[in-house]
């Protein structure tokens, strides 16, 4: 019967990084105000992609009215002081990636960051750029998972109990002991 691994040797055998690509789409629009729209649409293991050495682009879908390009070259990190976020994060429903974009010089958004971090995708959301929230791939929620499992214990929260402030002798305006 073969044994089942330690703790101490699961953590040496997690990856603290994962490579991903990033799938961007364009669509045509009837909007008066825009003729496009683009949205991250998914998330990938990046097996190191045949892509444009510039751009790290490459279109894998041509179609009238919808465009896909992939955009390989991220690294997903886990830190163990953002383990609260990414409890909370595959605890959800629908366990997400947060792909953050910056516009290049024609006003197209190319991703730039990659994180599994509400709270990381959230302060780039306040600064700069655009966020969008793409499905979590089963193989990043796995590793994800096993990466929290080893690194965070959820707080029990306990309720707060009241103080009586007149068993502590406290008076003030209008409270008589």
């Excluded at 009238?64 to 994060?89: A, R, W």
Aim: aromatic share 10%.
């Amino acid at each position: 019967m073969p044994v089942s691994p330690t703790l101490e040797e699961r953590k040496k055998n997690l990856p603290v990084s994962m490579p991903v690509a990033v799938i961007m789409e364009r669509r045509e629009t009837t909007n008066i105000w825009a003729d496009e729209v683009w949205t991250a649409v998914g998330v990938t293991g990046d097996t190191q992609w045949d892509t444009d050495e510039d751009t790290g682009a490459r279109v894998i879908n041509d179609q009238p009215g919808m465009k896909q390009v992939l955009y390989s070259g991220f690294n997903i990190t886990l830190y163990v002081d953002e383990c609260e976020s990414y409890y909370h994060n595959i605890v959800l429903p629908d366990p997400g990636i947060y792909v953050i974009t910056r516009d290049n010089d024609d006003g197209v958004p190319v991703p730039y960051i990659v994180t599994p971090s509400f709270d990381e995708a959230n302060a780039y959301l306040e600064c700069e750029g655009e966020a969008f929230t793409v499905p979590m791939p089963p193989e990043l929620y796995i590793w994800m998972e096993e990466f929290v499992l080893q690194n965070y214990m959820p707080e029990k929260r306990v309720k707060r109990k009241r103080k009586d402030w007149r068993k502590e002798g406290h008076e003030g305006p209008g409270f008589k002991l």
